[in-house]
Structure formats: structure tokens, C-alpha cells
């Protein structure tokens, strides 16, 4: 009876190991998170925040359809960062881009565009850190 009792229990905490270690990071309480809509059903998101003594952006576009091409423009004060083209992906139909930049004296902006190019819908999103 002991051997079948400690059996169960390492079974439970074995069990229960997976739940702790994939819980979901968390934004931190210095990160600027804003959301919204796009020009058709496409939702975006970005995310800016203290990294280390840079900046950390993310900014996702979830349209919930997968295979969509996207192209995208992330700007800090104006100035192009980062180019480029992504496809959202399973599950979600979604995509996220994500960069470090220097942290700039005063207000860091951030404008991240992105186009789908087969049914023109535009998604801007804006964040100021």
C-alpha cells in the first residue's frame, strides 16, 4: 500500500510539473501595451518596455486566418528599424514581430504598419515609451 501511495503521488507531481512551467509570460509593469482594429477584421497589438537598457518591441497582428502574407514597417521616432514580410500561422492566424532597439533621450515612439497585400487591409499601431 505505502509503494502504491508514493507511486500516485509522484505520479501527481509529475502530472502537475507541465502546468507550472508553461504558464504565460507576463508583461511587466513598466511595459506600454496598446491594441486595436485594423481596416477589416484583422486585430493588432504592440508592446514597448525596459529591457536591459534597450527598448523591447512586439507587435502582433492576428487576423484568425492562417497562410495571409503580410508585409510590415516598424519605425522608432520616425526612422525605419525593421522591414520585412510574415505569414500568421497556426493556431491562431496570427504573426508577431519582435525587436530591440536603444532607449533614445526622452519619449521613445514606435509605429509598426503592416499591409496584406491580396485584400489591402492596413493595420497601424502606436505605442510611446
Known amino acids: 500500500m505505502k509503494n502504491l501511495f508514493a507511486a500516485a503521488a509522484a505520479l501527481l507531481v ?6 507550472v512551467t508553461a504558464a504565460p509570460a507576463t508583461a511587466s509593469d513598466d511595459d506600454v501595451i496598446r491594441r486595436g482594429s485594423c481596416t477589416g477584421r484583422t486585430d ?3 508592446k514597448a518596455g525596459p529591457e ?6 512586439e507587435a502582433e497582428i492576428d487576423s484568425n486566418r492562417v497562410g495571409q502574407t503580410w508585409n510590415w514597417v516598424l519605425r522608432h521616432n520616425g526612422t525605419v528599424r525593421a522591414r ?3 505569414t500568421t500561422m497556426a493556431p491562431s492566424g496570427s504573426f508577431e514581430v519582435e525587436r530591440r532597439t536603444a532607449n533614445a533621450a526622452g519619449t521613445d515612439f514606435f509605429k509598426f504598419r503592416a499591409v496584406n497585400p491580396r485584400s489591402g487591409e492596413v493595420c497601424v499601431a502606436r505605442v510611446g515609451l
Open 14 to 19: 509529475a502530472s502537475a510539473l507541465p502546468l
Open 44 to 46: 493588432w497589438k504592440i
Open 52 to 57: 536591459d537598457g534597450r527598448i523591447e518591441v
Open 84 to 86: 520585412g514580410q510574415s
